[in-house]
C-alpha cells in the first residue's frame, strides 16, 4: 500500500505563488505516474490539474493551468511537486495528489489508484 501525503498549502493573494508537495511512504518504482487533482467547494468534480509519469518526466497539464503551474518529482526523495505562480482565485481549492501504477488516460481520476488527504489553497482578490 501506498501513502501519499501533501504539504505546501495556505493562503495566497492573486498573483502569488506557492508549491505543493507530495511524498510517497515508498520507493517509487511501483508507481508508473503522479497525478495533481483539485475540487473546489463541495459539490463539485475533481479536475485534474497536471501529471508527471516517473521514469521519463512526460508532463501533462489542464488547459486552464498551463503556463502557470509546472508539476516536477525526485524520484531520491519519492517526492512531488506543484509549482504554481500567477495565481488566480479560481485556483482556490483542495489540491489532491494521486499516483497510478500504470500508463493510461492521466487525465482521469478514476485511473488513480492512490490518494492523498489534500491540502487546502485560498486565494484572495
Known amino acids: 500500500q501506498v501513502q501519499l501525503v501533501e504539504s505546501g498549502g495556505g493562503s495566497v493573494q492573486a498573483g502569488d505563488s506557492l508549491r505543493l508537495s507530495c511524498v510517497a511512504s515508498?520507493?517509487?518504482?511501483?508507481?508508473?505516474?503522479w497525478g495533481w487533482f483539485r475540487q473546489a467547494p463541495p459539490g463539485q468534480e475533481r479536475e485534474f490539474v497536471a501529471?508527471?509519469?516517473?521514469?521519463?518526466?512526460?508532463?501533462y497539464y489542464a488547459d486552464s493551468v498551463r503556463g502557470r503551474i509546472t508539476i516536477s518529482r525526485d524520484n531520491a526523495k519519492n517526492t512531488v511537486y506543484l509549482q504554481m505562480s500567477s495565481m488566480k482565485p479560481e485556483d482556490a481549492a483542495v489540491y489532491y495528489c494521486?499516483?497510478?501504477?500504470?500508463?493510461?488516460?492521466?487525465?482521469?481520476?478514476?485511473?488513480?489508484?492512490?490518494w492523498g488527504r489534500g491540502t487546502q489553497v485560498t486565494v484572495s482578490s
Open positions: 494521486a499516483a497510478r501504477r500504470n500508463s493510461g488516460n492521466y487525465l482521469s481520476r478514476y485511473e488513480y489508484g492512490y
Open positions: 501529471a508527471i509519469t516517473w521514469c521519463g518526466g512526460s508532463t
Open positions: 515508498r520507493r517509487s518504482f511501483s508507481l508508473y505516474a
